[in-house]
């Protein structure tokens, strides 16, 4: 669009000198009225001038002039006593008060009894592409909230956050505090929605769902598990489809919260087809005293708009994360992930110094960057049942400590990474015996365990003090420089000293004890029995997520779309295993787990025991050529081709790709394709790719390679305009179920 290479022109129309809205914050010289625009979108926002509301009055495609708004800024009209005008406007901020009976944000109840809120608008500014606006309680001027709208201009996201201050001796009790309300104003014309949402469960993570926006329906999604969890995902797209076939790419308006507790996002639509999303903390057990001089933080609710599909958004959230890592905490986010090895599969929490160090020279042999010693190097750790908590290095395993091992692998030139699970006891520990009270408990009610497991209260300073303590000791003596950081059950029985505050202070604490590991130079992975802690706080946070403990090829395939949306390529942990090991007769080719696994950041888990010497050679094989291209890979712009078939959309017997992905470098001078094939019931050959986002004019030399390293199966030259509108042919995957192909595209 024209609009990327304007900073600021004067139009002429008739005999009036237009301003045409450059990018970044723009107010209007006598309206209390703000045009946010990024390259492509526009976001505007109105105070209605005698009563104070602030109002939302577009959201979409970028405008040009300021004149595009109507003024003055009013609150619609009523249709009639039941449809309240306040009920129909577009809040930025709807709270539980008044004539309102759409969706709200916030509720209080205030010392003298009254449990509703009337905010009012009581100023704003505008520091370079930050905008913050300021309202008060109509009665309870102590009662402020600060709301902040920040740009990332460049790939059209604003982030929303709050911050809630008591001014006044008086309390706020305050039982529900989300961020934000997104309003989509209804579409002409023939077109329907559906809002996409990421359901699962442990080991179906991130799955793909579609649901009918009908009027006057409503959809919530949430977590209410103390972590985003992996039932589902914080994540939304409402995205516009046609029966007319007039459309090639759908208007999409997408978010995601940037919170590690417990969340939740409504979408409203009412009977005229409007769409309100609200989201933020979920408000299930949810209460928060604010006092005077204390702040109530509110989590960033971050959103966008894209006329480019789930694609465009996809890649909007995944650069955003990428060019917005925390620079405190994150030292080298340009690198590359290294290729990885973790010995679980191979030897579980029977791990030992003679052992750990034959795998570390396997992995070194095949170009591993990294060893990973994952469960099991802890006294008391036999099973899964007790040790949780006591921190200290098993001697019977590892007689002389963990460091002979780590600098073993060092010698290899091998990073060394460590698991631990620092928030949660086993009730047979040391740790446990102990201090019995460091758990989230009631007096009166049962300590439930699950996975052998309670939750250790962190809230309280003594238990994080001891716990960081051990942690930071640990890496410190052994010379660790990765930490996959898990969580294998979730919050119950959360009584502390904090209260109902716990759901927040749980998030805080575990915030500070990442940025201590942080601030130590070690790099880290975020876990929680696979993908039920990778919400975007902790993306920006950290290097690496473990999207899963399912490895089964097939089923990563879905779980790494669903990932995608959010994840970028970079942090998505891909493992080549032996799985599934419950299910002989499925039988994965090597090449076909490790096509899968080169869509992120790869990594091997497989028993190198039961690998053969052509084996090993073949897996040498797979990662040269990985680390070929893992700058495309890691560092590209992802496209799904082809969706996996999972994803609630109808499939026929000529369909037989199972899913073909594409990543572009910001340049376009280089692509990889993976295709891949899963079942072949009818041996009808497969169609030609058509690819996107290449240069037309430019050729590319390709070479492709199939079920081996050792020898591409095609090489040759095309231009990207042949690549785009005929398209790649891929014999190879003809006839074979479980079939794959690695395409790689560099310009001559």
């Known amino acids: 669009m024209i609009f990327k290479h304007i900073v600021f022109a004067v139009l002429v129309y008739g005999c009036t000198a237009l301003s045409v809205l450059k990018p970044g914050i723009t107010s209007h010289k006598h309206e209390k009225l703000w045009f946010l625009t990024t390259e492509h979108t526009s976001y505007v926002i109105g105070v209605v001038p005698k009563t104070g509301e602030v109002l939302n009055l577009h959201w979409g495609p970028r405008l040009v002039s300021m004149t595009d708004i109507e003024l003055p800024v009013r609150l619609p009209m009523e249709r ?130 579609r649901h009918s926006l009908f009027p006057g329906t409503s959809h919530v999604l949430q977590s209410v598990r103390g972590i985003p969890s992996a039932s589902a995902y914080p994540y939304f797209a409402v995205i516009d489809t046609t029966s007319d076939g007039e459309h090639a790419d759908n208007d999409v308006y997408f ?114 960057d990294m060893f990973v010693l994952d469960d099991g190097w802890f006294i008391g750790r036999h099973a899964d049942n007790a040790g949780l908590g006591d921190w200290f290095i098993d001697e019977e395993k590892f007689p002389q400590g963990l460091k002979p091992l780590a600098d073993y692998v060092h010698s290899l030139n091998m990073k060394f990474g460590l698991w631990f699970e620092p928030e949660m006891v086993n009730p047979n520990s040391n740790l446990y015996r102990e201090h019995p009270d460091w758990v989230y408990h009631y007096d009166e009610r049962t300590r439930h365990e699950t996975r052998n497991q309670l939750v250790l209260d962190i809230t309280r300073p003594e238990v994080k003090e001891y716990i960081m303590g051990r942690v930071l000791n640990v890496t410190s003596e052994v010379g660790v420089d990765f930490i996959k950081w898990d969580m294998n059950r979730p919050m119950s029985e959360a009584g502390s000293a904090v209260g109902k505050e716990v759901w927040i202070e749980h998030v805080k604490a575990f915030h500070e004890m990442v940025a201590m590991v942080k601030k130590a130079g070690i790099t880290f992975e975020t876990c929680s029995s696979g993908g039920g802690r990778a919400d975007m706080s902790i993306l920006k946070k950290v290097e690496s997520s473990w999207p899963s403990d399912n490895t089964k090829p097939d089923a990563r395939l879905m779980i790494q779309y669903g990932s995608s949306l959010v994840i970028p390529p970079d942090m998505l942990s891909g493992w080549v295993t032996d ?170």
């Open 579 to 748: 799985s599934p090991g419950n299910d002989p007769k499925t039988i994965f080719p090597h090449s076909y787990r490790f096509h899968v696994s080169f869509m992120g950041a790869l990594g091997i888990g497989s028993n190198l025991n039961h690998l053969s010497k052509e084996d090993l050679k073949e897996y040498k094989g797979w990662v040269k050529i990985y680390k070929s291209i893992r700058h495309i890979m890691q560092k590209g712009d992802l496209s799904w081709l082809v969706a996996p078939p999972h994803a609630n959309k109808e499939t026929t017997a000529r369909e037989t790709y199972t899913a073909v992905t594409q990543t572009v470098t910001k340049k376009k001078d280089e692509s990889v394709v993976l295709a891949f094939r899963q079942y072949s019931a009818f041996w009808f050959p497969l169609p030609p790719i058509k690819l996107r986002d290449l240069i037309f004019d430019a050729e590319y030399k390709i070479t492709i390679w199939s079920a081996s390293p050792d020898k591409p199966v095609f090489k040759g030259t095309m231009t990207g305009g042949a690549l785009m509108t005929k398209g790649l042919k891929m014999p190879y995957l003809d006839s074979q179920a479980y079939s794959s192909a690695v395409v790689h595209l560099k310009q001559i």
């Open 80 to 209: 009639g006593s039941q449809e309240p005008a306040i009920t129909s406007a577009h809040e930025e901020f709807p709270v539980f008060g008044g004539l309102r009976y759409g969706p709200d944000v916030m509720r209080t109840t205030f010392e003298n009894g009254t449990r509703e809120l009337e905010l009012i608008f009581e100023s704003g500014r505008v520091k370079k592409n930050e905008l913050t606006i300021i309202m008060q309680d109509k009665a309870h001027k102590g009662f402020k909230i600060e709301l902040s709208y920040t740009l990332d201009i460049e790939n059209d996201i604003i982030l929303r956050k709050g911050l809630v201050k008591a001014t006044t001796d008086e309390t706020y009790q305050i039982s529900k505090a989300q961020t934000a309300a997104w309003h989509i104003s209804p579409q002409a014309g023939n077109v329907k929605r559906e809002l996409i949402s990421l359901a699962g469960a442990w080991a179906a993570e991130t799955q793909v769902q």
């Open 255 to 368: 978010g995601t919260i940037e919170w590690s507790g417990n969340w939740k996002i409504e979408v409203n639509t009412n009977i005229e087809g409007k769409v309100t999303v609200t989201g933020g903390m979920h408000d299930r057990d949810f209460g928060f005293d604010l006092k005077k001089g204390h702040e109530l933080e509110l989590p960033s609710f971050v959103a966008g708009y894209t006329n480019q599909g789930l694609g465009g958004a996809r890649k909007s959230l995944n650069n955003h994360i990428r060019d917005n890592k925390d620079s405190e905490l994150v030292a080298n986010p340009k690198g590359v992930q290294p290729v990885l090895y973790n010995g679980w599969e191979a030897y579980e929490m029977s791990v030992n110094i003679t052992n750990q160090m034959t795998m570390a020279k396997m992995a070194s042999d095949f170009g591993a």
